[in-house]
């Protein structure tokens, strides 16, 4: 089965239709209509459909655009925006990752807001995270239907669920890294930081 066909046969829409298409065969047995009832069950799988795409999860909702000057104040009110919106999507594990992220966020901004040995170094890391590597991957699994992300194995026998996992568990871990490279003046560290959150997380897949 191709992961096309797959994605559209958890898809919200999909399963809406095929609940509201058993209200064919239901009327049929009771008798309320007769001829046509294919053509009528056809019919409501495909107002299922459309409803059940109109309340579908988009990950149009985060931002992916990388925007070139921002402020500390841009970057703390953003990570606030992007973890409270992410919220309904995640589980209780990776909240705690994502308040990671966010208080290690909010604990550099006073650093980057008065520059000095590995400001640029670190101010690069952190707006990348914020701006791009975390609101994409958020995106990414927030497009895919809710119930493929729990059951569907996509890596290594592992669900998108068990995948962002992990990535924010990484993410939450090197950003408390930069928080010490930080604190160190360690811009050897933090430019070293950077490559790898880059190759990691610059085109997050769930479905590669």
Request: hydrophobic fraction near 45%.
């Amino acid at each position: 089965m191709t992961r096309r066909l797959q994605l559209f046969l958890y898809g919200n829409g999909h399963l809406a239709g095929l609940a509201l298409a058993l209200l064919g065969p239901v009327l049929l047995f009771a008798g309320v209509i007769g001829a046509g009832w294919g053509w009528i069950t056809l019919g409501l799988y495909g107002a299922g459909h459309l409803l059940g795409r109109a309340f579908s999860p988009a990950g149009a909702g985060f931002e992916r655009a990388l925007q070139q000057h921002w402020s500390a104040e841009d970057i703390g009110a953003h990570i606030d925006d992007l973890v409270a919106r992410a919220r309904p999507l995640l589980s209780a594990e990776m909240q705690r990752h994502m308040d990671g992220v966010r208080s290690a966020v909010h604990e550099v901004l006073p650093s980057l807001a008065q520059p000095g040995p590995g400001f640029d170094e670190g101010l690069y890391t952190v707006r990348e995270t914020v701006f791009d590597y975390l609101p994409a991957t958020l995106a990414h699994y927030a497009a895919l239907p809710p119930l493929f992300r729990v059951s569907q194995p996509v890596q290594d026998g592992k669900t998108p669920k068990q995948l962002l996992t992990e990535q924010l568990a990484l993410l939450n871990a090197r950003m408390q890294q930069v928080v010490a490279q930080l604190a160190a003046s360690d811009a050897q560290a933090l430019l070293a930081n950077g490559r790898f959150l880059r190759q990691k997380f610059e085109q997050p897949d769930f479905l590669r």
